[in-house]
């Protein structure tokens, strides 16, 4: 059995919008005092941070140089006048490019847009995330081994009790719009709550929320109402084996757990059953 992470979005999205830039052309002979110096007088604007001010060409002398975005306080001609003063004249007069308005949001777009040969960013993966996201990858796996043999249609996981009789289970789906399967689920839950706050007292909960830090393997990926049920529950994680082509709302025509608007975030995994 196979576990993938689903992308925060999906492959075809659109590429990015640009900005159009004043560039202009430099030896690699004294580049670094060029580039001091201009960065010293010639700041960019704080939109712009994410773009790197020199672009190194194919050419093995040649390097291209950001000098500012078109609509800032510069003119083509005041560039015209400045880059006479540069320490080594320019290779060319002042022409435009074209960079990319915001940084790369993962690795996967940041090649791309290498691949595309874009206008370089700045792009940083924080290690700390890699391996938080390793070690959930390495316990949604763990857990979905003993969890999706026994799946009928949903089964939320709380992966501090992980045991069998702690789970929430919906076996089937009768084709009810509003009683779908990750609905029914989340319904079971909070009737679980229910009972334990009746019995103990609702301070003995963690969380207010009714499923914070739990896992949901599901069978088919859950619509866009029951993925909305799934942020309001505080989920951590969706994994899901079936795409929904039509309403599914986590991978297919929404993926409505990176929408930024949204109060919460989980994240969400597709698994492919061994082949027989």
Known sequence: MRFERVASRPNTESLPEFDQVFVVEISTERASQVLHNVNSNY?????LDHVKRIWRVQSPTTLKLLLSPVLGEFLKEDWDRIIKEFPVPPQG????????????????????WRSLEFWPTTFHEQKSVLQEEECEARLIEEIGKIVVPNLGQVIIVDPKHPAQDHWVVVTSDDGNLLQEPVMVAIEKMALKHCQLDSTLGKRSRESPYLCTGHLVYCLCEPSIMSAMALVHSRIRSVIFQTPDPERGGIYSTLRLQNVRETNHH???????????
Request: proline share 17%; glycine share 0%.
């Open 43 to 47: 700041p960019l604007p704080p939109h």
């Open 93 to 112: 007069d002042v022409k435009l490019e074209m960079v990319p308005r915001r940084m790369p949001l993962d690795r996967t777009e940041y090649e791309k």
């Open 266 to 276: 989980f994240s969400v995994f597709r698994y492919y059953p061994d082949q027989d």
